[in-house]
């Protein structure tokens, strides 16, 4: 089955300060992928997915970017942080319409 | 659009009681509807799903039935333990990927 790896676990990040936060899959080829952010007291919220490599869509404007360049590799990215972005990052794979989707560990970032 | 919404929490409760989650959901046509479950330190995890109307999940002691007369999926589990001490997030999925819609998540605390 699927693993991700996502990473850091945890952040700490200055306001203007840019980011990124690498999400890699192994043990699939050709994933669906996603990022989801949960802020306090709201819902997993999708921002990005993704159905292969160079196709980005975004559900929701914001401060952030995601990007895939390879098969298994997605990256969610800020040139400037806000206040706003601090959340629990979630990475997730998923594959066709009927597969569930299988979550990263997180990070949670901070923006201070 | 769809959304997805989940009773207030925490929820508290002591070894052996009966527990039940409350989710109602919004979505046209006819969702997929999951519970996953997030232990501490953990990332997300599929817990159960139901495909269609009047079919029931279950897994690791925990049910729910999926009530399309009411829009609603709660989670029930008869006898809960300390081990499922947890976040728990109602979710659906409908259209033709494997995007997921969730609700806030609800953390459940299990005392001895």
């Known amino acids: 089955s699927q693993t991700i790896h996502q990473w850091p676990a945890t952040l700490v990040q200055p306001v203007g300060s840019p980011l990124s936060l690498e999400c890699t899959v192994e043990?699939?080829?050709?994933?669906?992928l996603y990022w989801y952010r949960q802020a306090a007291g709201r819902g997993l919220q999708l921002l990005f997915y993704?159905?292969?490599?160079?196709?980005i869509s975004s559900e929701v404007p914001q401060n952030l970017s995601a990007s895939r360049p390879q098969d298994r590799q997605f990256i969610l990215s800020s040139k400037k942080l806000l206040l706003s972005d601090s959340g629990f990052y979630l990475c997730?794979?998923?594959?066709?319409?009927?597969?569930?989707?299988?979550f990263g560990s997180g990070t949670q970032l901070s923006v201070l | 659009g769809d959304s997805v919404t989940q009773m207030e929490g925490p929820v508290t409760l002591s070894e052996e009681a009966f527990l039940t989650i409350n989710c109602t959901y919004t979505?046209?046509?006819?969702?997929?509807l999951f519970w996953y479950v997030q232990y501490p330190g953990e990332g997300l995890q599929l817990l159960l799903k139901?495909?269609?109307?009047?079919d029931k999940g279950s897994n690791k002691g925990f049910e729910a039935t999926y009530r399309k007369e009411t829009t609603s999926f709660h989670l029930e589990k008869g006898s809960v333990q300390v081990s499922d001490s947890a976040v728990y997030f109602c979710?659906?999925?409908?259209?033709?990927?494997?995007?997921?819609?969730f609700g806030k998540g609800i953390t459940l605390s299990v005392r001895p």
């Open positions: 997730a794979c998923g594959q066709g319409t009927n597969e569930k989707l299988f």
């Open positions: 043990g699939t080829s050709n994933p669906n």
């Open positions: 993704s159905v292969g490599i160079g196709q």
């Open positions: 979505a046209t046509g006819y969702p997929s």
């Open positions: 139901a495909t269609k109307a009047d």
């Open positions: 979710a659906l999925r409908s259209g033709a990927n494997s995007k997921l819609t």
